[in-house]
């Protein structure tokens, strides 16, 4: 990352299929919640890669992400979670992937638990980051139909229990002297009042970084149009076997099994995103900066590296540069030098062009 000159890693450290994250004063977190033992992070390395993180120059910030993607939480304290693991009759009533799951919302025994958890975590933060992320996307309305503190799935009835959940998990944020950082949801589709410090990350489309910095936020682009890592490789849910009776429902996953965000994201692709280009001028100061995103359902730490260079490096001259230069010969051979340079450090870095057009310079024009 260093050499690439990226200055924040973005780590997000629970979500609803596992909690590998070590909570000391909540200890059942990560040992009924992650997916085995050896799967965990403890104390010592999230400090470890804290500290690596400062010796090259990096800030290393953290996300839990609340009050959704917390179904691995049930595991540990099932009273705090509602709507877990619903399959019947979809398990996309409740989530937007499985399982499904979320923090009550207006629970007092989750105020408490909040409170334990952010009086662990946050010091051990404060110490490398100004920054705390606090989630907050695919929050799903069906999931508080089930939980006996909402009773209800109208957004009329669930915004102004969000609102106070979030005042709360921010108030909690700045005491601890971290800025909060939130998904885009909760401005542009809970219509949430969020201080003047909070930054918004965007992920959807450009319109969401436009229209975020124009309600007067500061901002984080990298839409999964452009800058999702781990886009294109093919669904990663089972089709329905084929209908037996009249009951059963024919499968939505049909060849060749697309994933939502296809097309795979090619260094080109990456290269040619102009974040700016549907920002006023006026407004271009709230926008902080980019994050190029590699999500952990078809990643592991084997594919790791493929899976991020060379294209996060195509992202990463994005940023210094503004963008808005078009992709070029020139481009290609600078990524492609910087891809062996990768290699030389043992980096499984993918091929950025075939050896024979880089040996020919102008030969593979088109």
Known sequence: MSLNKFNRLHLHASDAQSWPLVIPSLPDLATKGAYRPSLTWTTNDL???????????????????????????????PSLITAFNQQKPSWQIYSAEPPSGQLKLNSTAVTTFLHTLFADLLPRIASFSSYFHTGGDEINAAAYALDPTVNSSSPAVIQPLLQSFTD?????????GLTPIVWEEFLLDWNLTLGPDVIVQT?????????TVARGHRAIFGD?????????????????AAAT???????????????????????????????????PERNRHRVLGGEVHLWGELTDGVSLDGMLWPRAAAAAEVLWTGGRRGVDEGVTRRL?????????KRVGAGVVQMAWCLMNEGGCRL
């Open 168 to 176: 709360y998990i921010h108030t909690l944020t700045r005491s601890h």
């Open 47 to 77: 400090l470890r890669v804290q500290n690596h993180g400062r010796c090259q120059g990096i800030e290393v910030y953290l996300e839990i992400d609340l009050p959704g993607h917390t179904a691995s939480i049930e595991h540990a304290y």
């Open 336 to 344: 492609a030098e910087m891809r062996e340079r990768l290699v030389r």
């Open 224 to 240: 999964h149009e452009h800058w999702y890592l781990d886009c294109g490789f093919g669904s990663w849910l089972d089709p329905i």
């Open 203 to 211: 992920w959807r489309s450009p319109s969401a970084l436009a229209s």
């Open 245 to 279: 009776s009249c009951t059963s429902s024919p499968s939505k996953l049909k060849p060749p099994y697309l994933d939502y965000c296809t097309p795979l994201k090619n260094w080109r692709h990456i290269y040619s995103y102009d974040p700016l280009a549907s920002i």
